[in-house]
């Protein structure tokens, strides 16, 4: 086995078990391509609760999404402009977050406002295999809000 292919193991090992905790309820730090993120389920509404707990943070500020790809960051996006889709295009995976109209079937409460989703796909292989493994994951940096 390579060096590689062990830290390709290892990746796989931890996004495996972050997923597990993450369908479980709750809320993990993990690393991103740009900070350290305070991540939860977007559709458990105590593990969100958590998060803006967490961070000392108001609703009136809210949480983008991780995807592990751009098709997966574009289902939960009501429209898409070809704007949109030329930034996400020659941006991700990468630093770029997306605030895109809300699909109106999405009930997170991921703050507000609520007819909008920012949404990002990271360049960093472990959220990318989380986001994989359990859908797209609720993301904030991990130190406190202020």
């Not at 559709?43 to 790809?69: E, H, N, T, Y």
């Not at 939960?76 to 809300?102: D, N, Q």
């Not at 409460?109 to 986001?131: M, N, W």
């Amino acid at each position: 086995m390579t060096v590689t292919e062990t830290i390709s193991a290892s990746e796989a090992d931890a996004a495996s078990r972050i997923g597990e905790v993450l369908v479980g309820g709750g809320v993990v730090v993990v690393p991103t391509d740009t900070v350290y993120g305070l991540v939860a389920l977007p559709d458990d509404a105590d593990a969100m609760a958590r998060i803006f707990a967490l961070k000392g943070r108001a609703a009136d500020v809210p949480v983008a999404v991780l995807c592990a790809s751009t098709m997966q960051a574009f289902s939960i996006a009501g429209t898409l402009s070809a704007t949109a889709a030329v930034l996400a295009a020659e941006h991700w995976p990468g630093p770029l977050t997306l605030v895109l109209p809300r699909h109106p079937d999405l009930e997170w409460d991921l703050g507000e406002p609520r007819s909008t989703v920012g949404v990002r796909c990271p360049d960093h292989d472990l959220v990318q295999r989380i986001a994989g493994r359990t859908g797209p994951i609720a993301a904030t940096s991990a130190n406190r809000h202020g």
